[in-house]
Each structure stands twice: as C-alpha cells, then as structure tokens.
C-alpha cells in the first residue's frame, strides 16, 4: 500500500486501479468497524493507533 502514490494519482486526475481501491475500501471498512466497536472520535481516544501503524507498515 503506498499512500503517497495513491495521492498523487488522485491530484493527478489519474484513476486508482480495482486492486488498490479494493485495498482501501478494506481499511475503510475495518476503521469504520473499530468506531462502531470502540466508540467514534472524540469521545474515544485513538492516539494509540498510530503507534499501531507504523508498526504494521514497518516504521518502528
């Protein structure tokens, strides 16, 4: 998953392909099924997530 490309493509007029928007409709779903089962900002504090995903992403 590369973000950054994703937005550039974006600014750039340009389309996603079906597999990336399949991804981010993937993570779309699962953060919309963490706010249904944790709460909804800012009622819930989700500071921890970043930690979370950097970790996933390889960064920590």
């Given at each position: ?27 779309f779903?699962?953060l ?14 989700y500071?921890?997530m ?11």
């Amino acid at each position: 998953m590369d973000l950054d490309l994703w937005t550039s493509k974006v600014k750039e007029c340009q389309h996603l392909s079906e597999d990336e928007l399949q991804l981010l409709c993937e993570y779309f779903h699962d953060l919309m099924k963490l706010f249904q089962t944790g709460g909804h900002v800012p009622e819930t504090n989700y500071v921890f997530m970043m930690f979370l995903v950097l970790l996933a992403w390889g960064f920590c």
